[in-house]
């Protein structure tokens, strides 16, 4: 399994940006996958995951501005991010596997992207 981010960059506070991670393997639809991040000085942190291809769980910090999704193909999974602010920076990985507690809590999954840089300025 292979998992390849892109979509990040620059944005000022309060922009919008859409993260995509392309999945390539043996996969499934009941694989668990979502979106986590790493901030400079911070633990790596659960921000959006998705179960089952329907059930997500999102941090509280984000809820209400992020929302994860995967195409009808499930090869994309996407981070959609509005409002965002300056404590959203971090370098952003998707991440995969099978976990029966699939949650942003899931920081053990198996496979992992390389990262995407998200700076938001103020």
């Known amino acids: 399994v292979q998992l390849v981010e892109s979509g990040g960059g620059l944005v000022q506070a309060g922009g919008s940006l859409r993260l995509s991670c392309a999945i390539t393997?043996?996969?499934?639809?009941?694989?668990?996958m979502g979106w986590f991040r790493q901030g400079p000085g911070n633990q790596r942190e659960g921000v959006a995951v998705?179960?089952?291809?329907?059930?997500?769980t999102y941090a509280d910090s984000v809820q209400g501005r992020f929302t994860v999704s995967r195409d009808k193909a499930k090869t994309t999974l996407y981070l959609q991010m509005n409002m965002l602010k300056p404590e959203d920076t971090a370098v952003y990985y998707c991440?995969?596997?099978?976990?029966?507690?699939?949650?942003?809590?899931?920081?053990?999954?198996?496979?992992w992207g390389q990262g995407t840089q998200v700076t938001v300025s103020s």
């Open positions: 998705i179960a089952h291809s329907t059930y997500t």
């Open positions: 991440a995969a596997g099978r976990d029966n507690l699939c949650g942003v809590w899931s920081v053990d999954l198996p496979y």
């Open positions: 393997g043996d996969i499934d639809a009941s694989y668990c």
